[in-house]
């Protein structure tokens, strides 16, 4: 439209045609690809069979997710990945905080991948997951040589749940690691509480870090946990410490005699070494080389993974059967009126059970 002032009585002065609002936007900005392809479940086993770790990594936490369909599609690529699994040694590593647990896988971790040419996955098993709050970095950073090896795969502890559910999580874990080609497991727990009993389920090799320097006693590791150990092997032996360490490696020696002999009919060995100062690794891997090849030798390492395999049908059902009940609308509806009538005595606790344990197959024989 002729605007006004660019009559010929304004003169000197011509008002431009106006352009139109230009786009906020960039047009030439390359749209955003979408972040993330969805894979099908024969996809992802393609792909991690092949050692690619991001999809290895992306099924790895569908495995620890709790949403159902993830669940669904976890559960498929694991069978999927069964038949390729198997192939690796487990290694279950524990120890108290302090110990140097970090340092040493960090040392024996380093060593396997560059000495011994092996891939290497390492999980934990950490139910309370204080310590990295389930971040990636903390764990890397825990582990900073071996984080920096092509051939290692660092994975921290599913985060918190309960102690069966995180268990269950990190065998599963296993099995895609192993459909991977990680021929070396570590599974790492701190020496504290209950899950050295779930680390040992699924491992091979169980192997306890202890200190030197603390007189006889077994440092606040239960009697159980180094009945478990088929090796004990005494770190910080070094400097004015070797000494020191080597006492202590002779007092946990008779320590064992002193238990009956394992079912693996392995005598568990007691070794020092030093995590910082990278000695005694090699003799540390020589002994579960030693262990592995011995126990294949009088079947006990077929028959532990056989029993292993039971017991986590076993684990899972029970872990299944309780996360359903609790999450049912049902039990969630009675629940907490049924504890108060427990508080109150108006029912007992067994009949209150009882109940609701009547009405959650009651609704679910309806639903079938
Ligand atoms: P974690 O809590 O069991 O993971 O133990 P860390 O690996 O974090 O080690 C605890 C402390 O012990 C750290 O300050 C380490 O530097 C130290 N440490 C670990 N291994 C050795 C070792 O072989 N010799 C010495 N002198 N110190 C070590």
Known sequence: MKHPENDPKYAGLAVNQGVSQPPTINPYLKPHKKRKKDYSPSEYVEQIRKGNITLLSRAVTLVESQLREHQIAAQEIIEKCLPYSGNSVRIGITGVPGAGKSTSIDAFGTYLV???????????????????????????????????????????????????????????????????????????????????????????????????????????????????ADGIIVNKADGDNVEKAKL???????????????????????????????????????????????????????????????????????????????????????????????????ISSFAAANELLESYFADFKNIK
């Open 114 to 228: 560059k000495e011994k040419n092996k891939k290497l996955a390492v999980l934990a098993i950490d139910p309370s997951s204080e310590r990295s709050k389930g971040s990636i970095l903390g764990d890397k950073t825990r582990m900073e040589e071996l984080s920096r090896e092509p051939g290692a795969f660092i994975r921290p502890s599913p985060t918190a749940g309960s102690l069966g559910g995180v268990a269950r999580k990190t065998r599963e874990t296993i099995i895609l690691c192993e459909a991977a080609g990680y021929d070396a497991v570590f599974v790492e727990t701190v020496g504290v509480g209950q899950s050295e009993t779930a680390v040992h389920s699924m491992t091979d090799f169980f192997l306890l870090i202890q200190l030197s320097g603390t007189g006889d006693e077994l440092q606040g590791i239960k009697r159980g946990i180094m009945e478990m």
């Open 248 to 346: 202590a490696a002779a007092q946990f020696r008779n320590a064992l005699h002193l238990f009956p002999m394992p079912a693996s009919g392995w005598q568990p060995k007691v070794l020092t070494y030093s995590g910082y100062y990278k000695t005694g690794i090699a003799e540390i891997w020589d002994m579960i080389d030693e262990y592995t090849a011995f126990t294949k030798g009088n079947g006990y390492f077929e028959r532990k993974r056989n029993s292993q395999a039971k017991y986590w049908m076993y684990e899972t059902i029970n872990e299944q059967l309780k996360t359903r009940f609790y999450n049912s609308p049902i039990i969630e509806n009675q629940l907490k009126a049924k504890e108060l009538k427990v508080l109150n005595s108006e």
